[in-house]
C-alpha cells in the first residue's frame, strides 16, 4: 500500500495528464479501432481498385512498374507489394506515399490512391501523425502513448485495494451503485480488464514514432537491426538484372509465400531488399528477409523467420499484435475491444471528475 501523500500526489497526475493528453489518446484509439478491420473492409469499399482478376500467368514485375510509370509519370517507386491470393490486387508505393495498385496477372493499373487518404487511409494519417507535419505528428503521438502508459499503470496503482480480501470486490461492477460513486466502479473495473492490453498496444505502437525504441527493442533480447550487406558497386554502364529475375531469386528460397514486399534499388546501391511471409507465417508480419546483389542475383543473406534473431521477432510480433494481427479473427476482436475501452475510460474517467468539482462549487456555494 502507498503512503497517503504519495497516493494524492499521483492520482493529481492521473488526473492531469488524463484531461490534457487524454482526448489525443482518446482521438488515437477511436481511429486505431477504426482501422482493426481494415484487412477485411478495405477491398469492399474499393473492389475495383483492389480486386483483380484470377489469369493463367502473372505478369512480371517491371512490366507492373513500367505500366504504372506510364499511368503517372514522374514518381520514384521504393517498393512493390504484391500477395499470393490471386483476386488482390499488387500494389506499387511511391515516395511520396501514393500507391498504385495493378492487375497482377494483365499488369492493367487500376487506380491510385494516397497511403494516407481514403476511408481508412486518412485515419491512419490522423493515428500516426495527427494529420501534421510527420516529424511533428510523430512526437505527439509518441507522448500520447507513453502518457496512455502512464495513465494504466498510475491508475492501477490508484486501484489496488488497501487489503488483499478487497480484491475480488474491486473486479467486480456493483450495480447498486449510483451517481459519481456508479463511474468510479466503471472506470476501475474496466480500467483493470482494458488497461494490460492498453499498455502492450502503446508499447508497440512506439516503434513507429521513434527510430531509437526501434533500435531498442532488438537490442534488450541481445540482437541488432538488420543491415544491408555489400554489393555490387554501381558503375556506370553496368546493367541490372530485371525486378522479376531479382524477386524469382528470393523466391526459390521461400516458394509458398503468402505476401513479398519487393524494394527497389536505390540509385547508389545494387542492394535489393525483399521481404517475404511464408504461407505458414504464424502472423502476417512474421517476415523472411533476403538482400539479393541488383547486377549478379547474388543471394547476399538469406534470413527464414524460423533462424532470425530474437529482436527481429519481437518487433514484428509486436507489429501484429499493434495491428490486431497477431492471432486472426479472435485478435482483431481484442483489439477493437481494448481501443473502443480506452475512450470509454476516458469518459468515465472526465465525467467523475466533473461530478466531484460540481459536488465541491455546490458545497462551498
Not at 502518457?147 to 488483499?164: E, I, K, R
Request: proline share 7%; charged share 15%; aromatic share 12%.
Amino acid at each position: 500500500m502507498i503512503a497517503p501523500s504519495t497516493r494524492k500526489l499521483l492520482l493529481k497526475l492521473h488526473l492531469f495528464v488524463g484531461l490534457t493528453v487524454g482526448l489525443v489518446v482518446t482521438i488515437m484509439a477511436l481511429t486505431g479501432a477504426w482501422m482493426v478491420f481494415r484487412p477485411q473492409l478495405e477491398e469492399q469499399f474499393y473492389p475495383d481498385m483492389l480486386r483483380a482478376t484470377p489469369g493463367e500467368t502473372r505478369a512480371p514485375l517491371d512490366l507492373l512498374a513500367a505500366n504504372a510509370a506510364a499511368a503517372y509519370p514522374g514518381r520514384t517507386f521504393s517498393q512493390v507489394r504484391f500477395w499470393s491470393e490471386p483476386t488482390r490486387a499488387a500494389m506499387i508505393r511511391c515516395s511520396n506515399s501514393d500507391q498504385i495498385y495493378l492487375d497482377p496477372w494483365t499488369g492493367r493499373v487500376l487506380g491510385m490512391q494516397n497511403r494516407y487518404r481514403g476511408l481508412f487511409g486518412r485515419a491512419e494519417d490522423i493515428h500516426r501523425y495527427f494529420s501534421l507535419n510527420a516529424d511533428i505528428g510523430r512526437q505527439i503521438t509518441g507522448i500520447a502513448a507513453f502518457a496512455l502508459v502512464f495513465l494504466v499503470l498510475s491508475g492501477l496503482v490508484l486501484w489496488v485495494p488497501p487489503v488483499w480480501r478487497g480484491l475480488k470486490a474491486a473486479l467486480a461492477v456493483n450495480g447498486r451503485l449510483t451517481g459519481r460513486a456508479r463511474l468510479l466502479n466503471w472506470h476501475k473495473t474496466v480500467g483493470v480488464v482494458v488497461g494490460v492490453f492498453a499498455v502492450l498496444s502503446a508499447l508497440t505502437g512506439l516503434p513507429h514514432a521513434y527510430h531509437w525504441y526501434e533500435v531498442g527493442m532488438y537490442r534488450i533480447v541481445g540482437s541488432e537491426p538488420p543491415d544491408a550487406p555489400a554489393a555490387s558497386p554501381v558503375t556506370e554502364g553496368r546493367q541490372r538484372l530485371p525486378l522479376e529475375a531479382i524477386w524469382q531469386k528470393a523466391r526459390a528460397a521461400l516458394p509458398d509465400y503468402h505476401s513479398a514486399n519487393v524494394y527497389f534499388p536505390k540509385p547508389k546501391s545494387n542492394v535489393v531488399e525483399i521481404w517475404i511471409v511464408g504461407a505458414d507465417a504464424p502472423h502476417p508480419h512474421a517476415r523472411s528477409l533476403y538482400h539479393v546483389d541488383a547486377v549478379t542475383g547474388e543471394m547476399l543473406r538469406a534470413v527464414p523467420w524460423a533462424e532470425a534473431s530474437a529482436g527481429h521477432k519481437l518487433f514484428f510480433w509486436g507489429l501484429a499484435w499493434h495491428l490486431g494481427q497477431a492471432w486472426g479473427l479472435p485478435g482483431q476482436v481484442l483489439a477493437f475491444v481494448v481501443t473502443l475501452g480506452v475512450p470509454f475510460l476516458a469518459v468515465t474517467g472526465i465525467w467523475a471528475y466533473l461530478r466531484r468539482n460540481r459536488r465541491s462549487a455546490e458545497a462551498t456555494g
